[in-house]
């Protein structure tokens, strides 16, 4: 009985990914990613990170959808971001305490994020967990999500 109702719960886990990143016509698929690519990338245009964040699909109550995968990983200034199966490199174009956004001109994509609640934070303040509205906006999609964001800071 354990081994089908994993298996169960696993195939759910994924239909809510796909329920929860679903797009509207001819647009690409939000597909998760590992952090180890997107620091590849990151370090393959000669750049060290010092902060980082990881965010992964939550429901409504911001609780992460098992099994925990990344959709969008943000490392110092640059977001990244798996679309119709290609990382996308997004760069910072706002930032304030509680929001940020980002853009690939080439793509005309843009994303961002508003950060509704802040805890678990490290002993001198330095990173934290979060729950996050977060956004999406490509030429032909547009879609809305929430996520928990995973050891966010130094």
């Known amino acids: 009985m354990k081994p089908r109702l994993n298996a169960l719960l696993s195939s759910l886990s994924f239909v809510l990914l796909g329920s929860a990143c679903s797009t509207q016509?001819?647009?690409?698929q939000l597909g998760t990613l590992s952090y180890e690519e997107a620091l590849q990338a990151y370090h393959g245009s000669g750049r060290d990170e010092?902060?980082?964040?990881?965010h992964e699909l939550a429901n409504d109550q911001y609780q992460v959808v098992p099994p925990a995968k990344p959709i969008a990983i943000v490392i110092d200034d640059v977001?990244?971001?798996?679309?119709?199966?290609?990382?996308?490199?997004?760069?910072?174009?706002r930032?304030?305490?509680?929001?940020?956004?980002?853009?690939?001109?080439?793509?005309?994509?843009?994303?961002?994020y508003t950060i509704v609640k802040q805890f678990n934070f490290s002993?001198?303040?330095?990173?934290?967990?979060?729950?996050?509205?977060f956004w999406i906006n490509t030429p032909t999609w547009k879609q809305q999500l929430r996520?928990?964001?995973n050891r966010c800071g130094i």
């Open 79 to 93: 977001l990244y971001l798996k679309l119709a199966g290609t990382l996308t490199e997004l760069t910072q174009i």
């Open 147 to 149: 996520t928990f964001g």
């Open 25 to 28: 016509g001819n647009s690409p």
């Open 123 to 133: 002993e001198y303040r330095e990173s934290d967990d979060r729950y996050v509205d």
């Open 50 to 54: 010092i902060y980082r964040c990881i």
């Open 95 to 112: 930032l304030d305490e509680k929001s940020a956004s980002f853009a690939d001109a080439s793509t005309a994509t843009e994303a961002g």
